[in-house]
């Protein structure tokens, strides 16, 4: 099975705005103590939410072309040994292909930019 090219990064209202101003992202407080920036798979993002985000507002998806960040890129065992996608490097917004506020379309599914 090929490994997905696009990934999502969950981020808080400011964290979204820090992105855009500075065209780069050097990770959440997780993110900076765990040495990478965690993403997602189009199928980890609902669950990715629901532990982490639960009850706050203001979130934003973020869709990253992990080509453009190469070697950077490690998928690594997380969550039960599924494979997420760590980025070892910040992240550039030209690596960011679309972006949207957080929408539930229903209990289990995210809308994804």
Same mark, same amino acid.
């Given at each position: 099975?090929?490994?997905? *090219?696009?990934?999502?990064?969950?981020? !808080?209202?400011?964290? &979204?705005? =820090?992105?855009?101003? %500075?065209?780069?992202? $050097?990770?959440?407080?997780?993110?900076?103590?765990?040495?990478?920036?965690?993403?997602? *798979?189009?199928?980890?993002?609902?669950? !990715?939410?629901?532990? &982490?985000? =639960?009850?706050?507002? %203001?979130?934003?998806? $973020?869709?990253?072309?992990?080509?453009?960040?190469?070697?950077?890129?490690?998928?690594?065992?997380?969550?039960?040994?599924?494979?997420?996608?760590?980025?070892?490097? =910040?992240?550039?917004?030209?690596?960011?292909? $679309?972006?949207?506020?957080?929408?539930?379309?229903?209990?289990?599914?995210?809308?994804?930019?």
């Amino acid at each position: 099975m090929t490994a997905p *090219t696009v990934a999502y990064k969950i981020l !808080t209202g400011p964290q &979204h705005e =820090a992105l855009l101003a %500075d065209q780069t992202f $050097a990770g959440a407080p997780i993110d900076l103590a765990d040495g990478y920036i965690h993403l997602s *798979t189009s199928d980890q993002v609902a669950e !990715t939410l629901r532990r &982490h985000f =639960a009850g706050q507002d %203001d979130l934003w998806i $973020a869709a990253v072309d992990l080509r453009a960040l190469e070697e950077s890129v490690r998928w690594e065992p997380s969550r039960g040994g599924q494979l997420f996608p760590h980025v070892y490097a =910040a992240l550039p917004l030209s690596a960011v292909i $679309a972006q949207a506020p957080v929408t539930w379309l229903d209990d289990t599914t995210v809308h994804l930019p």
